[in-house]
């Protein structure tokens, strides 16, 4: 057998990884606000074979880095990262050989620490920063994997997935154009979130490139937010790969409508979202009662399981309550 | 115009020329000891701010006995010339600073830019490698007081307007919007300010790699928009205390405010405290 996307057989999962040839799913919303004028289609990002958009970025990271020989004599990574991306890399690292090493800030799910865990990661969690800087949230865990990499160069080299253009391009070379070739040009809105903003940068780069008319809508929760992997614009300082000029739009959501979204998608759509999706939804709908026509697509980033716990803590009910 | 003490600072780059030269010791200073043990300046021990500095069971600095036992033990001679840096922007190493110069150590400095700035610094190396030194007998002044705040002074100084109060704390700390930086505990009953204080956050003093701004910078906005006179006697508080210790070095050594102190109570001891007033 050879591999094959029509049959979905494979030599390797590393084959499965989307592109083009196989783009991740496109799913209409249907029950939630759909419109003739303005469809909208979530892009199921939980599909890729380690769970999350991130899949992208660190498969685009790690070959650049065998490309360049820097993963030689048994060198393996270090990442600083809201866990999607260690997942990634950690799984990537199980399938092609190399050991990985992840560093995560204390407030990240437990779900994710422990598959990053059960993945064979090592794993440190940072604690959360006494009190931070406005604009270094994320710091904490920069640092620390910097640290492992400058302390130890023989041990492990660093994707650094804030500062390396190949997150970008990972996106330009795939998200972008699957989406071109989804929607069969169509595509008007983009609706995506931020967080290292490789996906907005790629994406916004190939599809305005195509139709300079296609609107890019970032979706950020308000300030104060807990969602993880998600970024304010005050918290962006971080990540050189922002690139305002790639933006329309920059819309903030309260934060606390993404868990409200997550149960309307699971309720309404039968979609598994992640609070991210919930709230790159919420942006969305607030587009299309603006106003706005044509189709729209949404970046659904990563699913709902990572997030049990996280939903739990704020929606009532969701797990049995002690009785007092 | 240059800063007042131009020689409680030194740059990385005379810290790289300078490693393991006779009567110069380094010392990280850090939150906890996470990031030291990850790779730290070749030669440097590693102090943990709230293990090692405080005392834990009398909400203190700790004594002259454990502070000549702290220094005495990493083989730091008290005419050593000791070089403070740490994590986040060097705030807990400057709360060593305060620490040293409180007992009586001569020659300690900062390391400008702190751990972050060596850390991104290509020409600069990180070691998991701990040093050993013997140690020494090491004995501290008594206690300079004058360089710390007490509640009873800072009380008379609200309602005074002297000496001046300066809250180094975020603007939403200030004005009360919250109680603790988001993420952390609140551990205070109120949330606002002490009547009278003036706000300027710690974050002013230092450009994006970490580095003090200039003394025309400082001096500008310490003096000039804080409002701070510079005749008179200041003291810096915070939340905890080591934000603080950062202005209060600031004040002290970059614009040369001789009567400076730092709060180390700072908001959770006044943010608690019954029948006295705050601001918003």
Redesign the interface.
């Known amino acids: 057998m050879v591999m094959n996307h029509d049959t979905r057989v494979y030599d390797n999962i590393v084959e499965m990884l989307p592109d083009e040839a196989n783009p991740s799913p496109m799913v209409r919303i249907n029950r939630l606000g759909a419109t003739s004028g303005f469809p909208l289609y979530a892009k199921l990002e939980w599909m890729n074979p380690f769970g999350s958009v991130k899949d992208r970025a660190a498969l685009g990271m790690l070959r650049d880095l065998q490309h360049r020989g820097a993963l030689r004599n048994g060198r393996g990574l270090v990442e600083p990262t809201s866990g999607n991306t260690g997942i990634s890399l950690a799984a990537l690292g199980a399938a092609l050989g190399y050991p990985v090493r992840a560093v995560v800030p204390e407030r990240v799910p437990e779900e994710k620490k422990a598959i990053l865990r059960i993945l064979g990661a090592e794993l440190d969690v940072v604690a959360d920063a006494l009190c931070p800087m406005p604009g270094q949230t994320g710091g904490g865990t920069i640092n620390l994997a910097k640290t492992h990499a400058k302390a130890q160069p023989d041990r492990y080299v660093m994707p650094n997935q804030y500062e390396n253009p190949e997150n970008v391009l990972a996106h330009f070379r795939t998200t972008g154009p699957e989406i071109w070739r989804q929607t069969e040009g169509k595509i008007t809105h983009l609706f995506v979130s931020l967080g290292t903003c490789g996906t907005v940068s790629g994406t916004s780069r190939f599809l305005k490139g195509r139709n300079p008319a296609v609107k890019v809508i970032a979706v950020q929760p308000s300030e104060g937010h807990d969602i993880p992997g998600l970024r304010n614009t005050s918290e962006l300082d971080v990540s050189t790969l922002f690139d305002r000029t790639l933006i329309d739009d920059i819309v903030e959501i309260p934060y606390e409508l993404a868990c409200v979204r997550v149960l309307d998608l699971c309720r309404r759509e039968g979609l598994l979202a992640g609070p991210s999706s919930g709230l790159v939804l919420e942006g969305a709908l607030r587009a299309q009662t603006d106003g706005a026509r044509g189709l729209g697509v949404m970046i659904f980033p990563d699913g709902l399981f990572k997030y049990v716990g996280y939903i739990a803590k704020h929606v009532k009910g969701i797990t049995e309550e002690a009785l007092f | 115009m240059p800063y007042a003490h131009p020689e409680v600072l030194v740059e990385t780059d005379w810290v790289k020329e300078n490693i393991g030269k006779p009567g110069i010791r380094l010392v990280e200073v850090d939150?906890?000891l996470?990031?030291y043990d990850?790779?730290?300046i070749p030669g440097a021990v590693g102090f943990n701010w709230q293990k090692d500095l405080q005392d834990q069971l009398t909400r203190d600095i700790i004594s002259r006995a454990a502070f000549e036992k702290l220094l005495g033990g990493a083989g730091i001679s008290p005419s050593d010339t000791v070089v403070l840096y740490g994590?986040?922007?060097n705030?807990f190493a400057a709360y060593g600073f305060w620490l040293f110069k409180i007992y009586g150590h001569e020659n300690v400095k900062l390391m400008n830019g702190g751990?972050?700035k060596w850390?991104?610094e290509q020409d600069k190396?990180?070691?998991?490698d701990k040093p050993y030194h013997s140690p020494v007998l090491y004995t501290a002044k008594p206690p300079n007081e004058g360089l710390r705040a007490r509640l009873s002074e800072v009380i008379g100084a609200s309602g005074e307007r002297n000496p001046n109060l300066v809250d180094v704390?975020?603007n939403d700390e200030y004005t009360g919007k919250i109680i603790a930086?988001?993420?952390?505990s609140e551990t205070a009953q109120r949330a606002g300010h002490i009547p009278g204080a003036v706000s300027v956050p710690w974050?002013t003093a230092v450009d994006k790699d970490g580095r003090f701004k200039s003394a025309e910078e400082l001096a500008e906005i310490y003096l000039k928009k804080g409002g701070i006179d510079s005749k008179k006697p200041v003291i810096a508080y915070?939340?905890?205390g080591?934000?603080s210790s950062h202005t209060w070095f600031v004040l002290k050594y970059l614009l040369g405010i001789e009567n400076a102190k730092n709060y180390d109570g700072s908001w959770t001891e006044y943010g608690n405290l019954v029948a006295v007033p705050i601001e918003k």
């Open positions: 939150v906890d996470q990031a990850a790779g730290h994590d986040n922007n705030w751990r972050q850390l991104n190396t990180f070691t998991k704390r975020s930086p988001p993420g952390m974050s915070c939340r905890i080591e934000r």
